[in-house]
Structures are given as C-alpha cells and as structure tokens.
C-alpha cells in the first residue's frame, strides 16, 4: 500500500523519462522502434495524471498502445523511408565482364570500361592493358575485380 503511494507520485517523472530515453535512442537508430515506446509512455502519462493510483492501468495502456503503434504504424513509415532511397543498380555490375584500360599493377589501381563507362579498378593480382577481367565487388567507388579465366 505503501509502495504504491510512494511510486503513484514518481510514475508522472517515469514516464516522461521512458519518453525522452525511448526518443534519444530513436534518433540514433532510426529503425522506427523506439518511436512508438515514447508515444505510448506519453499516453500512459496521461493516464498517470488523472488516475495517479492505477499503476498496474497505466502500465497496461503504455504496453498496449506502443504495440499498437508498432504493429500498426511502423509498416506504414518504413515504406514511406524506403522510398526516398536513392538505386544506382551499380550493384548490376557484379559478375559482369569488363575491359582493363589502365594495368592494375601490385594492389595498385587500375581503370576498367564496364557498360560503356571507366571505373577505377582494384585487384589483388596483375592485370594487364586490354585484358578482360570479372566484376567481383563495389569497394565504395572501385570496383574490385579478378583476371577471367
């Protein structure tokens, strides 16, 4: 009885830190986890103001509502997000054949023409002018390539 008296007067302060925690680690992930946790923390203090003594209502409302929000909403922004993502389909270029134009002598770059286009080209072998060579990865602005066979 006790208990609940001392902690239904520090449940207003608890909720608004699980809002703030919940937010900050929101803004460093940006995974649209956390976000619904700091929304339901703010629907259970609004339950902690006007019923101070229902711990155990207010706990409930705070799982249900940031489930609900999880279930519901995240999709929904998740989509939204991906959208704005910008595709290169460079990644097309992997296991394509290309043309060394400038030698990629030992572990030095080289240049390669790909689809019509110079690449910079690493390798961890000697590849020599006009020879043909596989795309085996995308090292940032380099291609990572190997002698074809």
Request: hydrophobic share 55%.
């Amino acid at each position: 009885m006790i208990l609940e008296i001392i902690l239904s007067d520090y449940m207003v302060y608890l909720w608004f830190a699980i809002i703030i925690v919940a937010a900050v680690i929101e803004g460093m992930t940006m995974d649209f986890s956390s976000i619904w946790f700091s929304a339901g923390a703010f629907v259970a203090l609004i339950v902690s103001i006007f019923f101070p003594e229902a711990i155990w209502a207010q706990v409930i409302v705070f799982m249900l509502a940031s489930i609900a929000l999880l279930i519901s909403l995240r999709p929904i922004f998740k989509k939204y997000m991906s959208r704005n993502e910008i595709r290169t389909n460079a990644s097309s270029l992997i296991g394509q054949e290309a043309v060394c134009i400038k030698p990629i002598l030992d572990n030095e770059r080289g240049e390669v023409k790909i689809q019509g286009k110079i690449w910079t080209a690493i390798s961890n072998e000697n590849v020599y002018l006009n020879e043909r060579v596989i795309v085996l990865a995308i090292n940032g602005v380099k291609l990572v390539v190997k002698r074809k066979q």
